[in-house]
């Protein structure tokens, strides 16, 4: 029996495909959100070499694969194929695109006897193939795009003026512009939109190679014009039925005509209306035409189904899924939410579904019986995110990660809203797995509302994913001590002094620290002497700086001038923006790392990060965009460098009075064989730095042993330290106490 209650889920990570990125993110949810008092989970990475890995946990909370690849031969287990199903009773397949959706995986697992979750052979190969498919959703009269197919021959030979191409389109009735998509691929990979013939053969080239080594079929359809919409469909696996969730609408941001790779998956990118903004007959028809897409395709237990209302009002299929991305903010989740799903509601869902059909299902009821009758009273924390900074999109997804990984059986986690008034909106689940901070702006009404007063009779911790502004400059912190509230991280002094980086930075050298030659430039100053001024800079600095507002964050508005002219440009656009003063600094040399420390009297210093950028200067899509950025950690330096760079990041984060955790941005310069190990330049200091799922300081945390749950505990405990040493205890404090 002991048996049946532990059984091992394995969940597969990677895979052959272009988005094994995707994956990694998905993944990583999936081992989130499982009920681990259930299941015993078992990350399971899939290399591009086609050999998997039991993957150490703390590998998991990466920002990209190639950040630990090269690592698993020597620090991960190799499994063979053939062992599989001595090493788990299920697999929870958490790839992607072919060889994942494909049905080949799923032969293999068929042949191995493993059970796995979704779809089988058949159901998984037509729906990956995005010219069979269509076939079969027309001969059962479900409507698709209009569309031609080139082979990869045909796209070699395609003439100068690309007449073929055209006369085809012609005469399936399809005009400029369209769409070029690969025949084989998702996530939009590939995908592009075409104006005229002249683009053409850029377009159907990328689609046919974009997966490397292997060529494909390219689909050229018409451009739907319409409501595009996304609809997961689950089933009740008591009695087989199709549950079709409420869809979402999509609208690309930004003047983009196309939902890409990266409307998708950077956060706050399009604009997501779930339920759609259409009346409830047409909800219903989208709803209807996608059971019976999951119906004529043969798939099981999860459909998630792309297409279009277009505007003579009919349903159009694009895309049907057999597998979905699990994201933290995907539509899976976001739609799920509208039934009042948690994530770990739908996870456990989808895992029950296979495990009911293969007979070894425990009875939920009693589960959740047994489960009841323990009286734990959880501790109240309130978990601020959003905040009137540019942050704000970033701060969303730190918030929303918080609150999932806040353990369950300790904590009841609060959602709270900061809107850019400063006020605070309790969220529903529905509301929290919106897609920006906009739209959940749009959906918040009075009665959410919540008082800054109020907030000892709502939380008994406060935990701040605020990023910038009056989150992280002081004011929230301020407002926190006066209602005698703990709260994780540092004081207001801290905070008030580390986000101006200019301030920081003078306080730094004149304590001893090595840290870059700046100026701190006004508005007046500037718009009074433009040109000398720039003149001024470049000789007092050097020939490469940095420009950059003294209190932005997140890699915001950060700008390298290589010339006089183009300082100038960038001082002009950042003035422009509303700052009203910049700091220019000398650009450094050497490694650039990022350093998590955490504690509040002994300090410790997490492995460093080597912050890999590929244009000098690290972006925000390198920090967040899921496959974009890199970081090695620990990062590669030499024993006695690796040393130096722990001990001065931990001397500034006393110095600086830091408490919990901040991450400390600094540049390594060695100086020689022969000359010690080198010397640590501080660039900046971070308080409050991001917690989104696969920030730097939760995988340095990982590295020494430290899961993202058991890393926020010790963040939250920090805070209760905090309070504690310095207040009276609060009968909430002693009660946990108590209770420790």
């Given amino acids: 029996m002991e048996r049946m209650c532990r059984l091992r889920i394995g969940v597969l990570i990677g895979g052959l495909s272009v988005e094994r990125e995707v994956s990694f993110n998905s993944g990583r949810t999936i081992c989130d959100h499982l009920d681990s008092t259930r299941y015993d989970v078992i990350p399971i990475f899939h290399t591009k070499d086609n050999k998997i890995y039991l993957l150490p946990w703390r590998f998991l909370y990466r920002g990209k694969t190639t950040d630990f690849i090269h690592r698993l031969p020597e620090e991960a287990e190799f499994l063979r194929w053939c062992d599989l199903s001595k090493t788990i009773d299920f697999l929870y397949i958490a790839e992607h695109g072919c060889f994942a959706e494909d049905g080949t995986l799923q032969g293999l697992l068929e042949v191995l006897g493993v059970p796995y979750f979704g779809s089988g052979i058949f159901a998984s190969a037509v729906c990956m193939d995005k010219v069979r498919q269509k076939d079969f959703l027309r001969m059962h009269d479900i409507e698709v795009p209009r569309g031609i197919v ?16 055209v006369v085809c389109m012609q005469k399936a009735g399809i005009e400029f512009p369209c769409v070029v998509k690969p025949a084989h691929e998702g996530s939009s990979v590939g995908v592009s939109v075409v104006h005229d013939r002249s683009e053409l053969p850029d377009a159907l080239r990328m689609a046919c190679g974009v997966s490397l080594g292997r060529r494909q079929d390219v689909l050229v359809e018409e451009k739907l014009i319409g409501m595009e919409f996304n609809c997961t469909v689950l089933v009740d696996y008591k009695c087989s039925k199709p549950m079709p969730l409420v869809p979402t609408e999509i609208v690309p941001d930004g003047g983009q005509v196309i939902f890409d790779y990266e409307q998708k998956y950077m956060p706050g990118r399009a604009f997501k209306y779930t339920p759609p903004r259409c009346n409830g007959s047409v909800i219903k028809r989208i709803q209807d035409t996608c059971v019976k897409v999951m119906r004529v395709l043969g798939v099981e237990w999860l459909a998630r189904i792309d297409g279009f209302v277009t505007e003579d009002d009919r349903v159009v299929i694009i895309d049907p899924n057999t597998l979905t991305g699990t994201a933290p903010s995907s539509f899976f989740f976001r739609e799920a939410a509208e039934h009042g799903m948690g994530h770990a509601d739908v996870i456990n869902h989808l895992i029950e579904t296979k495990l009911y059909q293969e007979g070894v299902l425990l009875d939920a009821e009693s589960y959740k019986r047994k489960k009841s009758l323990v009286g734990v009273e959880k501790m109240r924390v309130a978990v601020l995110f959003g905040g009137d900074s540019d942050e704000r999109e970033i701060s969303l997804e730190s918030g929303r990660n918080i609150v999932y990984k806040l353990a369950p059986a300790k904590y009841h986690a ?40 109020d907030l000892p009779r709502v939380a008994d911790f406060v935990f701040i994913a605020l990023h910038g502004g009056k989150g992280e400059n002081g004011s929230v912190q301020g407002t926190l001590e006066m209602l005698n509230l703990p709260y994780n991280g540092s004081g207001v002094l801290t905070s008030s002094l580390c986000i101006d980086k200019h301030r920081t930075l003078e306080f730094l050298r ?29 000789k007092q600095l050097g020939s490469l700086v940095v420009a950059k507002p003294r209190d932005g964050g997140c890699s915001l508005e950060v700008f390298k001038s290589e010339s006089v002219a183009q300082l100038a440009q960038h001082l002009d656009h950042l003035f422009a923006r509303g700052h009203d003063s910049i700091l220019v600094e000398e650009c450094l040399g050497g490694t650039e790392l990022t350093v998590g420390v955490v504690g509040n009297d002994e300090p410790l210093a997490l492995p460093p990060s080597w912050a890999v950028a ?100 010790r963040i939250v405990a920090l805070g209760l330290q905090r309070r504690a040493k310095g207040f009276t205890v609060k009968p909430v404090l002693q009660h946990m106490q108590k209770n420790d």
């Avoid at 080139?150 to 191409?165: A, M």
């Avoid at 969220?427 to 739209?439: C, D, F, M, Q, Y």
Wanted: aromatic share 8%; with cysteine.
């Fill in 150 to 165: 080139l082979t990869p021959c045909q796209v070699d030979s395609l003439d100068e003026d690309n007449d073929l191409v």
């Fill in 614 to 713: 590929q244009s000098g200067v690290l972006s925000i899509e390198e920090k967040f965009l899921p496959g974009c950025g890199e970081n090695q950690t620990p990062a590669p330096l030499s024993p006695a460098a690796m040393t130096l760079v722990k001990e001065e990041v931990m001397r500034a984060y006393t110095a600086l009075g830091c408490q919990g955790y901040a991450r400390i941005d600094c540049f390594y310069q060695s100086i020689g064989d022969d000359a010690g190990p080198g010397r640590c330049a501080i660039l900046e200091v971070n308080t409050l730095p991001g917690m989104t799922p696969a920030t730097c300081i939760f995988h340095q945390a990982a590295e020494i042993g430290i899961k993202p749950m058991d890393f926020i505990d």
């Fill in 414 to 453: 609060i959602p709270l809203f900061v809107s850019r008034e400063m006020k605070l909106y309790r969220l529903s689940h529905a509301i929290l797995v919106r897609n920006s901070t906009k739209e959940i702006a749009s959906l918040v009404t009075p009665k959410m509302e919540v008082a800054w007063e």
């Fill in 510 to 538: 004149a304590k001893g620290f090595t840290v870059p030659e700046g100026r701190l430039v006004s508005c007046i100053e500037w718009q009074e002497k433009k040109q000398v001024l720039a003149d001024e800079l470049f």
